[in-house]
């Protein structure tokens, strides 16, 4: 074909199409081509594009997008057909643009391990080729939005992930659960054992796994069975042994894929965590545990609102960032684990804060003079200034005292394994968390 008839063909490939010119040099011609379904979009005008028998590749440019881009070669020009998502490049941010990447990167695995029976690359990108994929991509998310809404820089972070699953997993025949029956099941199991147990304050703490890998056919069901967390972690670590379950979480990569285990129970659960001591003072409404360094400490206080009396937890304090926070029920099933005796409940704590009686003034004095914040003469003054404190004060200040002096009674032994299990637990670490893999 000439020149002329191929940008004849092209012109009517794209009548109808929302598009524009972003650019006409002597070289390159750039034209934005906009559609609701981007990948569905490029399908349409590459099938015509063949129809006609014009001559195109589609390939990444990076400097423009990460999804392909088709170039139109001519004898001095070529045409660049950018795709675009019209009404701007993704499904937004939070919670929307979450589901929408850990159920993009279900559907990605599936085209990798069930499709291509490759590693992936951007050309892949093709809703052709997840429509293929779909079946074995078990999601609650739209296939639309899925394959258009995610961002360009997410795009690259599913191809990644997919091709890393792809290089470390052994074996096929995988499905990718996110937000299905299945993993209902899972979720279910783990609720119904915390209910009792009370070891974990949120599922995410048990295990942070935003896609299961299982095996097509592979019924998860007798998870439910399980009475235990030892029972249900030794099932699941089981199942993830014989490649028939795996549980796997997600963060966005933008440098090369890694992927780790997590909690297995071949792991030497080490960390560096330990009692080293605790502070408060008589005005601050929190206290801290020293697990490691002057900087690495676990806060522990209030974190609900002005006067609010909930929301009280510790908050691992690293040397260069937070590192998680556990909540009042699983440090009572953490200090009961050592056999130390439970701190009282939030709701226990509220009550005594809001009677504010001379004798629950006295008790947190006591604890002061007992840790050595105050003198042993001081508790009677130190009770009548904690009186005209508020509310909140006195609810986080009992329960942080409570904490102080468990640790500082109990033997240096026990309070080191429980600072460790406490940090373990803030971490997704912990003994009694189920095991996972992690993509990164």
């Avoid at 004898?75 to 701007?88: F, M, P, Q, V």
């Avoid at 295990?207 to 095996?215: E, G, L, R, T």
């Avoid at 399980?226 to 549980?247: A, C, H, P, S, V």
Wanted: charged fraction near 25%; include cysteine; proline fraction near 2%.
């Amino acid at each position: 074909m000439t020149d002329g008839e191929v940008l004849l063909a092209i012109n009517q490939t794209l009548q109808g199409v929302e598009k524009k010119v972003t650019k006409a040099g002597p070289k390159v011609v750039e034209i934005r081509v906009m559609g609701k379904d981007r990948a569905g979009l490029q399908d349409t005008i590459t099938k015509i594009l063949v129809k006609n028998r014009v001559s195109y590749i589609n390939e990444i440019d990076k400097s423009k997008s990460s999804f392909p881009v088709t170039k139109i070669p001519l004898k001095d020009t070529t045409i660049k057909l950018i795709y675009k998502r019209a009404g701007g490049g993704g499904s937004g941010a939070g919670a929307a643009l979450t589901k929408t990447a850990e159920s993009a990167q279900a559907l990605y695995a599936a085209l990798v391990f069930n499709v291509l029976k490759r590693p992936m690359t951007n050309k892949d990108v093709t809703k052709s080729n997840f429509e293929k994929a779909l079946s074995t991509a078990i999601t609650d998310e739209k296939f639309d939005t899925m394959v258009n809404g995610l961002p360009d820089d997410w795009v690259e972070s599913s191809i990644k992930g997919a091709n890393q699953m792809y290089s470390k997993l052994k074996g096929g025949g995988y499905e990718f659960h996110c937000g299905s029956k299945k993993v209902d099941i899972i979720e279910t199991s783990f609720k119904n054992i915390n209910k009792t147990e009370g070891a974990f304050g949120n599922l995410n703490k048990w295990s942070p796994a935003d896609i299961y890998i299982i095996k097509k056919g592979f019924d998860v069901s007798p998870l439910l069975e399980e009475k235990t967390l030892k029972g249900l972690n030794e099932r699941m670590w089981d199942y993830l042994q014989k490649n028939q379950m795996i549980g796997m979480s997600l963060k966005k990569i933008s440098g090369s894929a890694r992927m780790s285990n997590k909690n297995f129970p071949t792991d030497k659960k080490m960390s560096k965590a330990e009692y080293n001591g605790g502070t408060t003072n008589l005005n601050a409404m929190d206290g801290y545990v020293q697990w490691g360094s002057i900087q690495e400490r676990i806060q522990f206080r209030s974190f609900g609102g002005d006067t609010s009396l909930t929301g009280w937890q510790g908050e691992i304090k690293g040397s260069s960032a937070n590192q998680g926070k556990i909540s009042l029920g699983p440090l009572n099933f953490i200090l009961k684990t050592h056999g130390l005796k439970e701190i009282p409940e939030s709701s226990v704590s509220a009550r005594l804060a809001s009677e504010n009686s001379e004798t629950h003034a006295k008790d947190i004095a006591n604890m002061m003079k007992e840790f050595g914040v105050i003198r042993a003469g001081d508790v009677e003054k130190t009770a009548s200034e904690i009186q005209t404190k508020t509310d909140k004060y006195r609810y986080s200040k009992y329960l942080v005292m409570k904490i102080l002096t468990t640790l500082q009674k109990s033997n240096k032994k026990t309070a080191d394994q429980v600072v460790q299990d406490i940090y373990l637990y803030a971490s997704s670490q912990a003994s009694y968390s189920a095991p996972y893999m992690k993509l990164e």
